[in-house]
Each structure stands twice: as structure tokens, then as C-alpha cells.
């Protein structure tokens, strides 16, 4: 059965949900090393993106506007120190 990398369920040929699909994670350190890197280079491109959208867009915006990005901006940066953490455990493994 094609698994549809979008979706949580195979789909059977007559494109009925089957199965819930089973989550693709990296099966090797290599593969999950490479993973992070890949999850760190999409946080950073994301916080640079949305640090011009700040520089470009902020005087529109509204305080509650502010508040979410300003939540959104610590939320990413803790999932980012999340990543290079774990980056770090991967490499002392790998013996990188």
C-alpha cells in the first residue's frame, strides 16, 4: 500500500483510510544526525524569515499581534536549543 507522507493513514487501493501509517523516523544515528541538521537549517531559515517580516511588517501590527510573535519567536528558539542539543548527543555518539 502507498503510504501518503502527508496524511496518517495508508490509503488501499480504492483510496480508503487503511491502517494508520507508521511514522517515518531515521532508523540509523547518520539518518537521525542528518534529520536534526535538516530540523536546525528550517528553524534558522524560519527565524530569519520572520525577523524580516518583523523589521518589514511590525508597525502594523497590533500589541496582541506583537505578544504571539514574541511567543512564537521563544517557542522556535526553544525548540532550536532543543535540536542543537541533541545535534551535540548525536555527534558524541557518532564520534563526529
Known sequence: MPVDRYAEYTENRN?????PRERLMPRTLQEQL???ERDIKLFTEFDRAEK???NCESYLWTAE???EWQETQSDN???LREL????EVLRRQLNL
Do not use: K, N, P, S
Not at 483510496?15 to 491502517?19: I, N, P, Q, S, V
Not at 542543537?84 to 545535534?87: I, N, V
Open 77 to 79: 528558539a526553544r525548540r
Open 52 to 54: 524580516a517580516r518583523l
Open 84 to 87: 542543537l542539543d541533541e545535534r
Open 65 to 67: 499581534d506583537r505578544i
Open 15 to 19: 483510496g480508503l483510510e487503511a491502517e
Open 34 to 36: 542528518d534529520q536534526v
